[in-house]
């Protein structure tokens, strides 16, 4: 992942627990039988709290203060093992405010052991369809998180 610091404090925090077809099983050296959350297992549930974090803000992918996004990149670490059952806390905020863009940040731990099980950083370039243009970070979103 590229060399961006990760915060410690978030704004927004919910619950998931980790479902059966949220896994990924598999036969491994050894003969050893394995079933856990793994990288592209882990994107749907962070493209969930991606879409709750901008509900709580009454936002959505589509309208952000009266902008469009367009995500550009996603970076995603795998740190540990979740399995179904597990219940997930995860931690999400826009970090890095530029000029048009920003990172957004969600970050998973296991809610028992607080062990970190994962890390996505997105980056939003604000937009507008209709002139294809880039747009500044719309003033609702920037007065939210700049700190």
């Known amino acids: 992942m590229s060399e961006t610091q990760i915060q410690t404090s ?5 619950e998931l627990t980790v479902r059966r077809s949220d896994t990924r099983s598999a036969t491994v050296v050894g003969g050893l039988y394995v079933s856990h959350l ?29 902008a469009n996004i367009i995500i ?19 931690f999400a905020g826009a970090f890095q405010l530029g ?23 997105i980056s939003l370039v604000f937009y507008d369809y209709l002139s294809k243009k880039t747009l500044e970070i719309p003033s609702g979103f920037r007065e939210k998180f700049s700190v």
């Open 99 to 121: 000029k048009k863009s920003c990172e957004l940040h969600i970050k998973a731990v296991q809610k028992v052991s607080k062990e970190e099980v994962g890390f996505a950083k």
């Open 72 to 90: 550009p990149k996603m970076e995603v670490e795998y740190r540990s093992e979740a399995k179904a059952g597990d219940v997930l806390e995860f």
């Open 10 to 14: 978030y704004p927004f925090q919910m």
């Open 38 to 66: 793994t990288y592209e297992t882990f994107i749907p549930l962070v493209n969930e709290v991606f879409d709750a974090f901008l509900e709580s803000y009454s936002w959505s992918k589509a309208d952000i203060s009266g």
